[in-house]
């Protein structure tokens, strides 16, 4: 899979769920780069950031369309906007389908399965949630958020400050990606303590 972002904290999170999974992922952080990344390593898919500086995604879908090989690519369009004019513009040019931001593992992972045709092997649920209570236990809130990318945690806060609490869900989960004890975060979340969870991201400004 080539995940194209010019943020290196999208590409992280990107990446930790795909390679998680099993995928092989390159990574690029514009549209001519993820140009000459189709023409060397021909992906089997490709999430593409819409907005880019230099050459967007948009223009970008369209070239690899163009180009040898390039009709038959999934290319996903990754987009925070929230206007359906992105969406429609980011078909337009060529993607196969959209994905908004913040999005969670299975809407990522499901979108793939249908483009690519596959199917998961999961591991059992139980031995997933049985892990996570001594993290929660062992692992003060405060340390993980020193372990977050600085991007990532910006969002958080945005979210928590709106009481967004399926975008900021969203985001902790990109975050046990990165780092499994930022499960601890989920806590205050699912208590809706916004204010106090704004309180433990903001602790990093201040240390």
Not at 12 to 40: D, M, P, Y
Not at 75 to 104: M, V
Request: proline residues 6%; charged residues 25%; negative net charge.
């Amino acid at each position: 899979i080539l995940v194209v972002d010019d943020r290196e904290d999208n590409r992280t999170i990107l990446t930790s769920f795909l390679t998680r999974a099993g995928f092989r992922v390159q990574e690029v952080g514009n549209g001519l780069e993820a140009l000459e990344a189709f023409e060397r390593w021909q992906p089997q898919a490709i999430l593409m950031d819409m907005k880019m500086p230099e050459m967007s995604g948009f223009e970008a879908t369209r070239r690899i369309r163009a180009a040898r090989g390039g009709e038959r690519v999934p290319i996903i369009a990754i987009s925070a906007s929230a206007y359906d004019r992105d969406n429609a513009e980011a078909l337009a040019a060529g993607a196969t389908a959209f994905l908004g931001k913040p999005f969670r593992a299975p809407e990522l992972f499901d979108l793939l399965g249908r483009v690519l045709g596959l199917t998961y092997a999961y591991a059992p649920e139980d031995e997933f949630q049985l892990s996570f209570p001594a993290l929660r236990a062992a692992v003060a809130a405060a340390d993980v958020v020193r372990r977050l990318p600085p991007g990532l945690r910006r969002e958080m806060m945005e979210a928590a400050a709106q009481a967004h609490f399926s975008c900021l869900m969203a985001l902790i989960d990109q975050a046990r990606l990165i780092d499994p004890t930022a499960a601890a975060l989920s806590g205050p979340a699912e208590r809706f303590d916004y204010p106090g969870l704004l309180k433990i991201l903001r602790q990093e400004d201040h240390s």
